[in-house]
């Protein structure tokens, strides 16, 4: 089993920059690709970024490019979430995904298996 635990969620005002980190512990030989997604209140879970396993390949969403940067370093069993320019839509849980199944940088929930518990990221106007 793998455990992924995310923090650096926060409040912050518009224009404010927020990194997040997701540390993975456990049987982390067995995961791949890793992503982050976010859910705002009352909307669904969507896409942020995603990282492929060898950090190489790269996916942002629309709404967050120019803005985010998603890294990792494997031999840390961590990935961060660099988010700069941060606006008020921005406001979200944002949860840390592993997936078990692709090295590739997917951009879909069905690709992910391990999630984390979320953090909380509020961006004031």
């Known amino acids: 089993q793998v455990q992924l635990v995310e923090s650096g969620g926060g409040l912050v005002q518009a224009g404010g920059s927020l990194r997040l980190s997701c540390a993975a512990s456990?049987?982390?030989?067995?995961?791949?690709?890793m992503a982050w997604f976010r859910q705002a209140p009352g909307k669904g879970r969507e896409i942020a970024a995603a990282?492929?396993?060898?950090?190489?390949?790269?996916y942002y969403a629309d709404s967050v490019k120019g803005r985010f940067t998603i890294s990792r370093d494997n031999a840390k069993n961590t990935m961060w979430l660099q988010m700069n320019s941060l606006k008020p839509e921005d406001t979200a849980i944002y949860y840390c995904?592993?997936?078990?199944?692709?090295?590739?940088?997917?951009?879909?929930?069905?690709?992910?298996?391990?999630w984390g518990q979320g953090t909380q990221v509020t961006v004031s106007s």
């Open positions: 995904a592993a997936s078990s199944r692709t090295t590739y940088a997917r951009s879909t929930i069905p690709n992910y298996d391990v």
């Open positions: 456990g049987r982390t030989s067995s995961t791949y690709a």
């Open positions: 990282i492929s396993w060898s950090g190489a390949d790269t």
